[in-house]
């Protein structure tokens, strides 16, 4: 089975700063995808990212990037320049290429303040 | 747009009672899940189903069960709801196609209220 750990559980930073969502997996899979999703206080969950397990490349999306670490199961998300729209709850996940078990971390809100 | 529908926003109901939570997805996805989410606790996977009348147990399925009698639809039911099945229910799909799954996509969730 998979198991998602986000130890932050809430967060709370001053707009414009930098901030880094951690995420750390386990697995006895040897390929997979990681996730991230954003949950804003509507409630619905927002796909962000997939990154599948042979990528290590690292990603960025605008102000979002992401660093897939194999080595150490671990994949991070960090924002720059934070903004009072990204407060929400994120989100890691983890499921099997070839198999429907999507696993969640617990989450992490965040917090973003004027 | 993929779009995943869930019957109610919010639902009230009395402890004994059995409760249908539907679901409907328009994207021809193989792939649906339920899934309930408390403080603290994330999101737990309950059942999902990879295809027609196919279901599997999650992490925490006792107390639950689920039909999936059309491609498009997912129900959830409480046999007799109970206190502590008060909780956020999401609902999402997921296409598998290339033998690789992608990524899910919720519904808007059903905050459920047992009394």
């Known amino acids: 089975a998979q198991k998602v750990t986000q130890a932050q559980t809430e967060i709370s930073v001053v707009e414009k700063e930098d901030v880094t969502l951690d995420c750390v997996y386990e697995t006895r899979d040897t390929t997979y995808y990681l996730f991230w999703y954003k949950q804003p206080p509507s409630g619905e969950l927002v796909f962000l990212i997939r990154?599948?397990?042979?990528?290590?490349q690292n990603e960025i999306s605008g102000r979002y990037s992401w660093n897939f670490q194999k080595s150490t199961s671990s994949f991070n998300f960090t924002i720059t320049a934070s903004q009072v729209v990204d407060s929400a709850v994120y989100f890691c996940?983890?499921?099997?290429?070839?198999?429907?078990?999507?696993?969640f971390g617990a989450g992490t809100r965040l917090t973003v303040k004027p | 747009d993929v779009k995943v529908t869930q019957s109610s926003r919010y639902l009230v109901k009395r402890t004994g009672e059995k409760v249908f939570l539907e679901c409907v997805q328009d994207m021809d996805h193989e792939n649906m899940f339920w899934y309930r989410q408390d403080p603290g606790l994330g999101l737990r996977l309950i059942y999902f189903?990879?295809?027609?009348?196919?279901?599997e147990k999650g992490d925490i399925p006792e107390g639950y069960s689920v039909s999936r009698e059309k491609k498009e639809r997912f129900s959830l039911i409480l046999e007799s709801a109970s206190t502590n099945q008060t909780s956020m229910y999401l609902c999402a799909s997921s296409l598998f196609t290339g033998g690789m799954n992608t990524e899910a996509f919720f519904g808007q969730g059903t905050r459920l209220t047992v009394v």
């Open positions: 189903s990879y295809d027609v009348k196919m279901k």
């Open positions: 990154r599948n397990s042979f990528d290590e």
């Open positions: 996940a983890l499921t099997p290429i070839q198999n429907n078990d999507m696993r």
